[in-house]
C-alpha cells in the first residue's frame, strides 16, 4: 500500500497538529488539566473558584496559553479534513459521511475559537462570568470535544480497517 498524496497530506497536517498540541501542554506545564476542566464546567462558582485557585505562575500560563491555541483550531480541522480526504481515497465514504467529515471539524474550530475568545474575556471580567455565560461556552466546548472526537473515531476505524485488509491481503499474498 503506497502513500498517495492524500496520506502525505494527512501525515503533514498530523504532524503539525502534534507539534501544536505538544507545545500548548509545554506552555500550560501542570495547568494543563485546568483546561479540561473549565472547559467543561457549567457552573459560574466553580469556574471562579478555579480560576481563583490558580497561582500567579499557572495564571500567566493559563492566559498564555489562549494566544497559541488560536492558531491550534487550525491545525486539528485541517488534519481531520485531511485525514478524511485519505481515507476517502482509500474507501467509499457515503455523501452524508463526506459532508459530515468536511463540515464537523470547522464547526469545532470555530467553536474553539469562540471558546478561546471568551475563555480570555471572563479571564479579565470576572465580574461576567456567570452560569448562563459558563454554561454557553461549556456547551459550545463540549460540542467542540464531540465533534473533532467523533470525527477522530470516525477515521481511526475507518484506517483501521483499511490497514487491517491491506495486511491480510498482503499475508495471503495478493496484490492490491
Request: aromatic share 8%.
Amino acid at each position: 500500500m503506497a502513500l498517495t498524496g492524500s496520506d502525505r497530506r494527512l501525515l503533514g497536517s498530523a504532524v503539525v497538529f502534534v507539534v501544536s498540541q505538544v507545545n500548548i501542554a509545554r506552555v500550560l506545564g501542570a495547568t494543563a488539566p485546568t483546561v479540561g476542566t473549565i472547559q467543561t464546567t457549567f457552573s459560574a462558582a466553580k469556574y471562579r473558584k478555579i480560576l481563583d485557585n490558580l497561582e500567579p505562575e499557572d495564571l500567566r500560563r493559563y492566559r498564555r496559553h489562549y494566544y497559541w491555541d488560536m492558531v491550534h483550531p487550525l491545525t486539528f480541522a485541517v488534519a481531520l479534513r485531511a485525514g478524511a480526504r485519505a481515507l476517502a481515497d482509500r474507501r467509499p465514504l457515503s455523501p452524508g459521511t463526506r459532508r459530515t467529515l468536511a463540515v464537523a471539524p470547522a464547526i469545532a474550530a470555530a467553536g474553539d475559537y469562540v471558546e478561546n475568545i471568551a475563555g480570555l474575556y471572563l479571564l479579565d471580567h470576572r465580574d461576567r462570568i456567570d452560569d448562563t455565560t459558563v454554561r454557553a461556552a461549556s456547551t459550545i466546548s463540549v460540542t467542540k470535544w464531540v465533534l473533532a472526537l467523533g470525527c477522530f473515531a470516525y477515521l481511526s476505524q475507518g484506517f483501521l480497517r483499511v490497514w487491517t485488509g491491506a495486511g491480510l491481503r498482503r499475508l495471503r499474498g495478493e496484490k492490491g
